[in-house]
């Protein structure tokens, strides 16, 4: 039993047992930039990428499941579809000054503490992930190692010549990306993330990728382009290449891009070919916190050991109890909003929502069947997992482990305010496109008393969702580097509701606050062995919120 499964426990156990230090208090003035910083870099400013309209979130959740050779039929990515989909997830593209119930509100209006809108969602708004692309000859521009820089929309060259076969040599033989030499590469650096969340920090980062690569996902499939990341490979050796230290920032992902003229290429001599420039950190003081070291030494020592095909079936999701009351849901309405335009609304909700204005069933059965969709992270290339209730052979579909097709999350819903839906906690059967009754009654009093925060009234959303995964199981099935997988597929569930929540003009909100023990206990999980991992707000807002219209100022 590895260290991640003590972790995983602390995580659960956190609302009563104060993870150390207990008496860690952030160090705002002494915060780090929410970027890396490159200073003397050559910058290259990406192209302007028009988005068809007809590249709908309708089309992204009926290919969720399709494998990535069904997807690109052909379609490769270029220079500017590539900068159109960094863009709209982790590139900047609007101001937020909306009057909300965050505590970060008296600060929105000062530029140097200004909040900026991104397509992808993120734990506290802080932003950890660095892209990095690595290209071959096959690019549009000299071969080498960039870093994607977020405020200016531009690739910053941290190194110049042909390393894409080093990517290819980490990832290992037979996995995906043999056929290309372009890649994007996924880290974190945890000092952003960990100087106001401490040792939770990990927990946190962990699925802010799962919600970028689920966005770029959700963008490039309506076009006919594939984004499956992979999650196990080399990963001291990428690190090296990027020049960077595992112990402050981990590589999570790599995703093999299928690009016009791309071919393999060899790797160069070990040790000769490696970034050698540094990120600037802002912060005076940076610490270090033992349980983010430790799950990083845990969830990369075995990295390189990709999982055999089938390894996640002991970790399914139960399957649906026959026994429970159903109540049957209306057929799901993917929107037919363009994903760019639901990613460029999309924002947190924070204490808007109103429970005169209930949610229709519809909207909710559409949410429902998007966050469902958005747990298939990966196709052809890996693990299959994917939500359901479905049984050891599941439903979904891969994250990058070539462990075979397995549902791995449960989706339960307290529902408050939603039309012809009897206030109660569920269970939701994606088979059945049903809910299965788990308690009757309002869920407003219990929300509220085990959420710790002030931003929002639980009681006035109109439907509270919460993905469930054998967290134990996983790790037990595919080692410690399994943590990181369930909590991708988390942040990916996260990120479909956002989206198609958006699109359906609601209020949406994502919260780790919460008492998970006494949610385990509400939803009688102890039974599944399954974890409550994050809590989603849905419902209608009040009208006419006050916001600032920044744009035309």
Not at 58 to 87: I, K, N
Not at 239 to 268: D, I, N, S
């Amino acid at each position: 039993m590895g260290y991640a499964h003590e972790y995983a426990a602390a995580i659960m156990q956190r609302g009563r047992v104060p993870m150390p230090p207990a008496d860690f208090v952030p160090d705002w003035s002494d915060g780090p930039r929410k970027t890396k910083f490159y200073p003397g870099t050559d910058m290259l400013p990406l192209p302007a990428c028009d988005y068809p309209s007809d590249a709908t979130l309708a089309h992204a959740q009926a290919t969720a499941t399709a494998t990535a050779a069904e997807v690109s039929a052909g379609r490769a990515f270029d220079l500017v579809t590539l900068s159109g989909m960094l863009r709209d997830s982790y590139g900047l593209t609007g101001r937020r000054l909306g009057v909300q119930a965050n505590t970060d509100l008296d600060a929105l209006p000062w530029y140097p503490l200004a909040n900026w809108s991104r397509g992808t969602a993120s734990g506290g708004g802080l932003y950890p992930v660095s892209v990095y692309w690595v290209g071959g000859p096959s690019g549009p521009v000299p071969p080498g190692v960039h870093h994607y820089a977020t405020r200016h929309h531009a690739m910053q060259r941290l190194l110049t010549g042909d390393v894409s076969g080093e990517v290819r040599e980490a990832l290992g033989d037979g996995a995906p990306g043999a056929e290309t030499d372009q890649f994007l590469v996924l880290s974190v650096k945890y000092w952003q993330n960990a100087f106001k969340y401490n040792s939770f920090s990990f927990h946190a980062v962990t699925m802010d990728v799962g919600t970028v690569v689920q966005t770029w996902r959700m963008w490039a499939r309506p076009l006919g382009l594939a984004v499956e990341p992979l999650m196990w490979f080399d990963e001291e050796r990428l690190a090296r290449l990027l020049g960077v230290r595992t112990e402050e920032e981990g590589v999570f992902a790599v995703v093999p891009l299928h690009w016009q003229g791309a071919a393999a290429r060899p790797a160069p001599a070990p040790g000769t070919a490696a970034v050698r420039r540094h990120d600037v950190e802002r912060s005076r003081r940076v610490l270090a916190f033992e349980a983010v070291r430790n799950m990083q030494a845990a969830t990369a020592e075995r990295a390189a050991e990709r999982p055999a095909a089938g390894a996640l079936d002991s970790a399914a999701a139960p399957a649906a109890d026959p026994d429970r009351a159903v109540v049957a849901l209306p057929a799901p309405r993917p929107p037919a909003t363009d994903v760019r335009t639901a990613l460029r609304r999309r924002r947190s909700s924070f204490g808007r929502f109103d429970a005169q204005r209930p949610m229709s069933a519809e909207q909710l059965a559409t949410c429902l069947a998007a966050a469902t969709a958005g747990a298939a992270l990966g196709g052809d290339t890996g693990t299959g997992t994917g939500t359901g209730t479905g049984t050891a052979t599941g439903t979904g579909t891969g994250t990058g482990t070539d462990t075979g097709a397995t549902s791995l999350a449960t989706l339960y819903a307290f529902v408050s305010h939603v039309e012809g839906v009897p206030a109660g906690a569920y269970a939701y059967d994606p088979a059945g496109h049903a809910l299965r009754l788990i308690k009757s009654g309002p869920p407003g009093e219990f929300l509220q008393k085990n959420y710790f925060l002030a931003n929002y009234n639980l009681e006035q959303a109109a439907a509270v969702l919460v993905p469930a995964v054998r967290t134990t199981a996983v790790l037990d099935a595919v080692g410690d580097r399994g943590y990181r997988l369930v909590n991708a597929v988390v942040g990916a569930v996260a990120q479909s509701l956002y989206t198609a929540a958006s699109a359906l003009e609601l209020g949406c909100g994502v919260a780790l606050g919460f008492d998970n023990i006494s949610y385990t206990e509400e939803l009688g999980l102890a039974e599944t062995g399954q974890s409550p991992l994050l809590i989603m707000m849905l419902g209608n807002e009040r009208p006419a919120p006050a916001d600032f219209r920044y744009e035309i100022a």
